[in-house]
């Protein structure tokens, strides 16, 4: 019984890790990139707008993959995840769905350490 409730938790975190990993660069794509931005002479309000919408998909993202997926694989599988395995399932889908966003976390690295957003560009 064991075996076969571990082995169902192997296939549900493989399946849902597969899945954001497919989806995270597909999302990181609808972005523009630092080059692109930079040579398109954008400000630096217009990148944290397009940082700030990017996160929002990914939030969006993460919502329907804990909702939908996690109940899909659930009566799939036929498994319950109980709150430490789904600790662990989000610690996956944070670093699948984030670590794999490399324009977001160029232009954050842009905005935050090179060029540090300014209160007094507001007014620019």
């Known amino acids: 019984m ?3 409730v571990i082995g169902k938790l192997i296939i549900f975190s493989s399946v849902y890790i ?3 990993i497919f989806i995270s660069p597909f999302i990181d794509h609808l ?3 630092l080059d692109q931005d930079k040579i398109k002479k ?3 309000i217009q990148i944290l707008i ?3 919408l990017h996160v929002i998909v990914l939030t969006i993202t993460w919502y329907w993959a804990n909702k939908y997926l996690t109940q899909f694989l659930e009566y799939i599988l036929k498994v319950k ?3 430490h395995t789904k600790t662990a399932i989000d610690f996956m889908a944070a ?3 984030v670590g794999l966003q490399k324009n977001l976390i160029d232009k954050l690295k842009y905005i935050s350490f090179e060029h540090p957003f300014r209160i007094t560009e507001l007014y620019k």
């Open 95 to 97: 670093v699948a769905l």
């Open 50 to 52: 397009e940082i700030i």
């Open 42 to 44: 954008e400000s630096n």
């Open 31 to 33: 972005f523009t990139t």
């Open 2 to 4: 064991i075996n076969t």
């Open 18 to 20: 597969v899945v954001l």
């Open 81 to 83: 995840i109980k709150d």
